[in-house]
């Protein structure tokens, strides 16, 4: 046992030695101090990704095999596997290359095992979700044949399907990777280095300043300390694990039911997956697959991510007012504290204003980090005046736990690239499009509910990474077809595989905050899901409300805005069921109804939303008068 102790530590020691490589290599590689190609970068970025996560996941989780020798021989195995793979593919890709895709029987032998080793990585990294979903795809070209119907497809050989998936850039080396090895891993360096350095106590304490003297100001100050967390970590699921251990706690003190604290930063911290400038790994994706810069991406979801917040906000505060929860206030000690956290943290804004000046001036957003990070570093040097061993720890860790941050993205976005290869070369992604349009009959919104439910059902178990990329391939080509323009097709499927970390049954984000609330996780999955409603009728908002998405006269952008968080507060005011106190479940049901009839395009629809809403407010005053008469 002892032996196996030794070994496991030396293992954790070498995953952590290869973390600190892989993230120097990239930011040698951004930095243009050396140059690689494209391919090689991918290579080199997943054959270190897939052997840290050999290192450092468990064959299997249960106890009887985790940690045992068999566990251990079978890491090292599969860590050797993929270094050998992926040096037989830095020998030959430019051969393949140079003559223009001819493969050899090997290589579809090697492509074989390899697609098989990533297959394993998603399992042990990701999830047997995953796994499973890239797994189905892969027999698909084998039944295609067999299969009736539009679902037919022509026989491929092994050889040329395997060699695709293997030696191509549209199979694991294809763009979710490129996507991985340059934006990806910078950002999640980036967000390291951030935290490692005390952003988020400075986070903590602009949240405090930002909610003094509200109600519910300490479930405020989590929803806000939550959001900015988000925006520098892209994951729900990694969001609540990060700021749920500070804010779930606080909301509970405040008077919260422990299932209602889980709920609400389950809710927030997928919101974080959306808000700019960081929208998660999804975001950038999407950016090279309509080949648009990302600054066009994060303009388009400032305001969606904005209506999220607000939702949420509003949420927190409905509830305060219905159960009569009244604010902590800090004791004279932590006021002086904050204010000095507050004041030393000043030095953060440089790398943000770094960051966001330079992707507005059309630098890529992983050169962008690159140099917020090295901003970062020279305000902290010029700071505390010195370098210390202190301050070079720092730098280490936060290599090591950005690098660390990025192997299960980068090993889902591989899994990705085995998904849109086999769309890719079988035809399927056509097919499943094309049996949408039909299934809609020509009617829009009954494609646009099609693909919400798709999406959601995909997004369950999934990392947004890859319900994201299979719901593009499959499903946008639809909505463009049915009159969506791209850009909001886009942004209308990876707004349902953020959500999809919320849906019950399976809703990753809520798992981790009910564990940290000790609530029952059914309880807190299905409330993060009742508060979310509003955020589930947003996608529909900015397809019939264009503005939403930045686009259209500043005055549509501004009425569509108005009319849109009104519409979010109306449907609240039901899902609480309070308004000026607390209400029967007609008139919930009535005030979900006005809100939704918001969403709908055209004034007349606007107008009867308004009205409903009036009428109940109307009915709520006259009862009030009468208690107090």
């Known amino acids: 046992m002892q032996e196996n102790s030794g070994i496991k530590k030396n293992l954790r020691v070498l995953a952590t030695v290869l973390c600190l490589v892989v993230g120097g290599f990239h930011i040698f590689d951004v930095s243009g101090i050396i140059v690689f190609s494209t391919m090689i970068i991918r290579i080199v970025h997943i054959a270190f990704m897939m052997t840290i996560a050999f290192l450092s996941f468990p064959l299997s989780k249960r106890k009887s095999l985790s940690g045992t020798g ?48 990533v297959l394993e990585a998603t399992r042990r990294s990701v999830g047997l979700a995953l796994a499973l979903i890239a797994a189905a795809f892969l027999v698909y ?46 950002f999640c360096i ?39 967390i988000g925006m520098i970590s892209g994951s729900a699921a990694g969001n609540v694990a990060v700021a749920g251990v500070f804010a779930i706690p606080w909301m509970k003190k405040e008077g919260y039911k422990d299932y209602e604290a889980g709920a609400i930063e389950a809710l927030v911290s997928t919101g ?24 066009n991406i994060m303009k388009a979801g400032i305001i969606p991510a904005l209506l999220f917040f607000a939702s949420t906000m509003i949420i927190v505060h409905l509830l305060a007012k219905k159960n009569g929860l009244q604010s902590k206030e800090d004791d004279e000690a932590d006021q002086k504290v904050k204010t000095g956290v507050l004041e030393g943290g000043i030095h ?17 957003p992983f050169k962008a980090a690159y140099w917020s990070i090295l901003a970062l570093l020279a305000v902290n040097i010029i700071w505390r005046r010195k370098i210390d061993r202190v301050f070079l720890d720092k730098i280490i860790r936060s290599l090591k736990d950005g690098a660390k941050a990025t192997v299960p993205l980068a090993i889902a976005c591989a899994a990705a690239g085995i998904i849109s290869g086999v769309l890719s070369v079988t035809g399927l992604g056509s097919k499943i499009s094309g049996m949408i349009v039909a299934l809609s009959m020509g009617k829009q919104f009954l494609a646009l509910l099609y693909t919400a439910i798709v999406a959601i059902i995909l997004g369950m178990g999934l ?8 719901l ?57 899901f009742r508060y979310g409603l509003p955020t589930y009728i947003l996608p529909f908002m900015f397809v019939y409300g264009p ?26 005011c039901g899902l609480v069921g309070y308004l000026k106190t607390n209400i029967p479940l007609w008139m919930r049901l009535v005030l979900f109804i006005g809100g939704a009839m918001m969403v709908l395009e055209g004034l007349a629809t606007d107008l009867i939303g308004v009205a409903l809403f009036l009428g109940c407010l109307a009915i709520v005053n006259l009862r009030l008068k009468r208690k107090t008469a």
Not at 160 to 177: K, M, N, Q, V
Not at 492 to 516: N, Q
């Open 190 to 228: 980036y967000g390291a280095f951030l935290s490692e350095f005390g952003a988020g106590d400075f986070f903590y304490v602009v949240a405090k300043k930002m909610t003094k003297g509200l109600l519910a100001a300490s479930a405020k100050t989590a929803v806000i300390f939550s959001t900015l």
């Open 272 to 295: 974080g997956q959306i808000m700019p400038p960081i929208m998660g790994a999804a975001a950038f994706i999407m950016a090279e697959i309509l080949g648009t810069p990302y600054t």
């Open 348 to 364: 953060f804004l440089v790398p943000f204003v770094t960051l966001l000046a330079m992707m507005f001036m059309n630098f890529s």
């Open 463 to 470: 990392p947004t990474t890859a319900a994201y990329l299979i």
């Open 472 to 528: 593009a391939t499959v499903v946008t080509p639809a909505l463009a077809e049915m009159g969506v323009p791209l850009l909001t097709a886009h942004f209308f499927v990876f707004f349902y595989g953020c959500l999809s970390t919320i849906t019950p049954p399976v809703a990753l984000a809520s798992y981790v905050a009910a564990g940290i609330a000790g609530a029952d996780i059914n309880k807190v999955g299905w409330t993060a």
């Open 70 to 117: 068999v566990d251990f021989a079978m890491r090292i195995l599969f860590a050797l596997v993929t270094i050998a793979g992926s040096l037989y593919m830095l020998l030959r890709w430019e051969d393949i290359a140079m003559t223009g895709g001819m493969t050899s029987p090997l290589d579809a032998i090697v492509g074989i095992v390899m697609i098989l080793v």
């Open 141 to 186: 070209p084998f039944l295609g044949p067999f299969l009736p119907g539009m679902l037919r497809t022509r026989a491929i050989s092994l050889q040329r399907i395997f060699t695709f998936l293997f030696t191509t850039s549209e199979g694991i080396y294809g763009i979710p990777i490129g996507v991985s090895s340059t934006f990806i891993v910078l």
């Open 547 to 572: 503005g939403l998405l930045m686009q259209g006269t500043a005055i549509e952008i501004i009425w569509t805005v108005i009319v849109s968080l009104f519409g979010v507060y109306v449907i609240s």
